[in-house]
């Protein structure tokens, strides 16, 4: 079971280099369930037992399931991210070296290491704004599905010094090569994929990616391997167990947010009104008082799903001793006294008890109290929403590299701890009490 539902995981990462193709392929997979699109500019209409989804920039998505007992209902949310650590495409995209070079201008977006990028294959995929008939202009996706540049590494004969460390100028070092001879071949190159005029592009959203195969390896093949397992591991495992799940009593929210790797502030962010926007249209189409919404929010409850890290076989000293985590040893639950996660007592009790009815193990995870770790979807998102929610993760090494590992049997953990949440009815009964139940 771990393997066949990790190469699907692994397929829907292969299918999606950017946020925008993680947004599509959500909807994809929800049209297939028979859930209805809805639109943010159009009036909303819902009926009990119905399902629903809405997209924000075509990069974020919230799809939910609503229930036919709606008297005392909350929300069971489950929040992820489509984006990774990646280098954009500049407007101006062309740079020649001497005539016979042409690179691409590229800017990094979020904290990716950048030595893994070097002399790999590399693709380019994004979103390309094309000018319609009737003066509309029209989303469409674009992946080269190919080979198209590389970032070449200096020999070693002309920095001796590369192996004791280097400090990346990304202006310098990290721009691609991606033809010979002159410029002004990637907007013919998108037209011609596209098959429209290079008059008719307007705009792009265009990324690199790598090219590298995803991997099943390990002596036991217990590893997996790929780029962008933060965060569409998370994303992959929530859609899976909502997709799973039924209840009558609450109204079920899965959430994948973008722009997580640079802070969320945008308006398809965690940070955004994205949520609440969504969550108080809910409400409105029911028919439900801003006090029923209120109540709502009280009973709620949201894990919020960004990967973790796991313990580096060679360096285990950058982890804490106990609240430390391992590939295939259960989904972990993140920890932070200054609140970076928002888990607190509350919130891990309620996650350990899900844990426990769905026969998911647990580890936990904190940082060194010398270190300074990231931040992630929970803390941000509850600025907009007040819920009780907990930070967790699945294990992985080099997170933030284009090519991360992580564990065959902890997808199945996540999928079914997502699918408890979505199983189960939430209510607050008294102060500092919380009923949960089937």
Known sequence: MYRK?????????????????????????????????????????????????????????????????????SFNIAASHSDSPVFKVKEKAELETGGKYVR????????????????????IAGRVLVRQDGGSIRTRLL????????????????????????KFNKQVDLLPLFAGGEKGTLLGLIAKELGVEESEILGSDLYLYNRDRASVWGCNEEFVSSGRLDDQQCAFTALKGFLAAKNSRSVNVMACFDNEEVGSGTKQGAASTFLPDTLKRINLALGKSEEAYLQALASSFMLSADNAHAVHPNHPEHTDAGNC?????????????GQKYTSDGMSVAVVRELASRAGVPLQYFANRSDKNGGSTLGNIAMAQVSVKCVDIG??????????ETAGMKDTWYMVQLMKELFSSHFQETGSGVLQIEK
């Open 5 to 73: 539902l990790t190469e699907e995981m692994l397929a829907f990462i292969q299918k999606n280099p950017t946020a925008f193709h993680t947004a599509a392929s959500i909807q994809e997979a929800l049209d297939g369930a028979g859930y209805r699109e809805l639109l943010e500019s159009s009036p909303w209409t819902l009926e009990p037992g119905c399902n629903y989804y809405v997209c924000r920039n075509g990069s974020s998505i919230i799809a939910f399931q609503v229930g036919t007992e709606l008297e005392q209902y």
């Open 104 to 123: 691409l201008n590229t800017e990094g977006y979020g904290g990716m290491i950048c030595s893994a990028w070097l002399d790999r294959p590399l693709s």
């Open 143 to 166: 992946d080269f599905k190919r080979d198209l540049a590389l970032i070449p590494n200096v020999a070693i004969h002309m920095n001796r010094e590369v192996n004791d460390g280097f």
């Open 325 to 337: 985590a391992y590939m295939n040893e259960g989904v972990v639950v993140k920890s932070h006294a």
């Open 394 to 403: 699945l294990p992985q090494l080099a997170m933030h590299s284009c090519y």
